[in-house]
């Protein structure tokens, strides 16, 4: 959708109240659970003060409400485990954490207590669950070009699942395995034709890109032949992920009942019957608040069920144990990104309107999700309450791009000036994972918040850092 026809960029909008509501008990606001104003209208995170953690960490800083994150994790872990129970007809659930959302060592440690395993995409993902202490066989490895590398680490740790992604992988993975003299367990990703997600970058099931194996081509089909035909690889299961930032979850219903007939198919020509299939993950979050309700665990895991229930019925096949793959819905909404206002800017508008520009100390490198997908987000004045009549603004970082913009939209009290602090909620995922090092400014650090303590999970880069990796 253009900009220009969302709620918050036509008409500003002040952000959702804080504390976020929570309507089930599950999180599903745009703060996280443990974010709320002080007395004297200070923002809080977890009981501290967003001013002492910017005093002694310094902005931008990403900072994650630990107890929300998990709260989010466990609330996954239980529905799934409830809907997906034998009592419910069914074969059980595994949830892995997409890592990619955003992964370090404290995160992945969190959602493993919580009883998660961990999905990851890449050898640093991986290095990074293992150094978490997650067991080999919790974590999958996906990833449309793995090198041999990544494969050979994957395999020596004893990854419980591959995630094949084209023909000449099966080759490469095989070759691995046998080199390592262990059976690889693998799943084919299957492209199903369902297109979702809330931005063309980001939908990943549709056949004009370059994820998985296309059902109606036949190739996810031969890739099943493929793997059976080979010793040194155990065909464990199918996968599939339509995309990301879905609110909707007719799509997975769609997909599910593909892969299910794949998988009967594949049981009734051949005999192998997959013990497993993976529908992926793509859950949405509420950015703004103006997006419609986001699904609650227990809603994705009984809509799941119910339709794996229906279709194994109907296609006469026991049921698989099902696994899913939330990243954002997990980290996202646990984090908001602190920033210290700069530079504020007063701009007439061809509608004879103003719009506000305030300019915060990053951007574009540790949030590039409105560059890159016309992603929207909303703000807070956080280290100060105001009834400052409210301005249409938008909130801008410190690149050299006009498209350098963190909220497109956005009522700010109109006595908005420099030193304050703001806060943008709900940038935990494919933020600082995504972030980078544009006009060679340093990443923020990734800090933690319980209990009124905060602890530093990523430290902030430095000019150093960055000086170190220049040869000169
Ligand atoms: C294969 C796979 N699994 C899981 C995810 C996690 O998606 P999300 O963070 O939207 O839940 C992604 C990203 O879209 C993905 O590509
Ligand atoms: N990075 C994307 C999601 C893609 C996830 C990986 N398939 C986002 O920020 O929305």
């Known amino acids: 959708m253009p900009h220009d026809q969302h709620p918050a960029q036509a008409e500003a909008v002040e952000a959702p109240a804080l504390p976020a509501p929570e ?9 996280s659970t443990g974010t709320g104003r002080g007395d ?14 910017a005093r002694e960490h310094g902005t931008p800083a990403y900072v994650v409400d630990e107890a929300d994150l998990r709260t989010r994790a466990r609330a996954y872990a239980t529905a799934f485990a409830e809907a997906f129970a034998p009592e419910a007809g069914l074969a059980g659930a ?22 998660l395993r961990v999905d990851t995409a890449t050898g640093g993902e991986l290095a990074v669950a293992l150094r978490a202490g997650v067991p080999g066989e919790a974590i999958g490895l996906h990833g449309n070009n793995k090198s041999d590398a990544e494969l050979t680490t994957a395999l020596e740790h004893g990854v419980g699942r ?39 970058f980001i939908a990943t099931a549709h056949e004009d890109q370059k994820f998985g194996l296309s059902l109606t081509s036949g190739a996810a089909r031969k890739a099943v032949d493929e793997i059976l035909a080979r010793p040194g690889l155990d065909l464990i299961g199918l996968h599939s992920h339509i995309g990301s930032q879905i609110l909707d979850l007719a799509g997975f219903e769609v997909a599910a009942r593909a892969v299910l007939g794949l998988r009967a198919e594949v049981a009734a020509q051949t005999g192998h019957l997959m013990p497993e299939v993976d529908l992926g993950g793509g859950y949405g979050i509420a950015y703004t608040g103006h997006e419609g309700p986001a699904p609650t665990p227990a809603q994705i895991a009984t809509t799941l069920a119910d339709v794996v229930r229906r279709t194994c019925a109907e296609l006469g096949t026991p049921v698989p144990r099902i696994s899913v793959e939330p990243g954002r819905s997990i980290v996202g909404p646990s984090t908001l990104t602190l920033y210290t206002v700069g530079t504020v800017k007063d701009v007439a508008l061809d509608d004879g309107g103003r719009r506000t520009y305030v300019s915060v100390d990053g951007g574009m490198s540790d949030n ?35 498209g350098d913009i963190v909220v497109h939209g956005v009522a700010l009290p109109g006595d908005v000036h420099d030193g304050d602090l703001l806060a943008v909620p709900a940038t935990g995922a494919y933020g600082r994972s995504m972030a980078s090092n544009y006009n060679l400014v340093p990443r923020p650090p990734v800090l933690a918040v319980r209990d009124g303590a905060a602890r530093v999970l990523v430290r902030r880069e430095t000019i150093e850092d960055l000086l170190a990796l220049d040869e000169g």
Do not use: N
């Not at 309507?23 to 703060?31: F, I, L, Q, Y």
């Open 23 to 31: 309507p089930d008990g599950t999180p599903t606001g745009v703060w």
């Open 40 to 53: 004297d209208g200070a923002l809080r995170v977890a009981g501290l003060d967003v001013r002492d953690l």
């Open 94 to 115: 595994d949830v892995y954490y997409a890592g990619k959302a955003f992964l370090s060592v404290a995160v992945a440690r969190w959602v493993h207590e919580e009883g």
């Open 162 to 200: 591959v995630v094949v992604d084209s023909l000449p992988e099966i080759e490469r993975v095989a070759a691995v395995a046998e080199r390592l003299g262990v059976v690889a367990p693998v799943m084919v990703r299957v492209t199903t034709g369902v297109h979702a997600g809330g931005h063309q």
């Open 368 to 402: 590039i999700r409105p560059a890159l997908y016309e992603a929207e987000y909303t703000a807070a004045l956080a280290s100060r309450a105001s009834d400052a009549e409210p301005v249409r603004a938008r909130v801008v970082g410190k690149h050299c791009e006009s």
